[in-house]
Nanobody
Framework: VQLQASGGGSVQAGDSLRLSCVFS????????VAWFRQAPGKEREFVAA????????YYADSVKGRSTISRDNALKTGFLQMNSLKAEDTAVYFC???????????????????WGQGTLVTVSS
């Protein structure tokens, strides 16, 4: 399994970004997908997760109401739409996937076996 994250960039507070995570190597529809982020000097933290069916979604309180996680199984791609970005959203964003969790939204980074390389989001206030 390989994951390729993209879509990060430098934006102003209040702007939007859409992150993508392209999956390859196995049957994407069997894998739940999550996004985590890591700011400088901080631990990696959960952002959002989506189950294999695409209907069960889970969000960290810090992004709830501003972000939407989705997936397109035909494209083998997961997405994270982030709106109303804040300076505190600045971080490297990682996508993760695993076949073990079905429609559950696992929020622990150590539970995921497959990771993308990260994409940097910088939000200026």
């Amino acid at each position: 399994v390989q994951l390729q994250a993209s879509g990060g960039g430098s934006v102003q507070a209040g702007d939007s970004l859409r992150l993508s995570c392209v999956f390859s190597g196995q049957t994407f529809s069997k894998y739940s997908v999550a996004w985590f982020r890591q700011a400088p000097g901080k631990e990696r933290e959960f952002v959002a997760a989506i189950g294999v069916g695409g209907k069960n979604t889970y969000y960290a309180d810090s992004v709830k109401g501003r972000s939407t996680i989705s997936r397109d199984n035909a494209l083998k791609t997961g997405f994270l739409q982030m709106n109303s970005l804040k300076a505190e959203d600045t971080a490297v964003y990682f996508c993760a996937a695993d076949v073990l969790y079905g429609d559950r939204g696992i929020q622990v980074a150590g539970a995921y076996n497959y990771w993308g390389q990260g994409t940097l989001v910088t939000v200026s206030s």
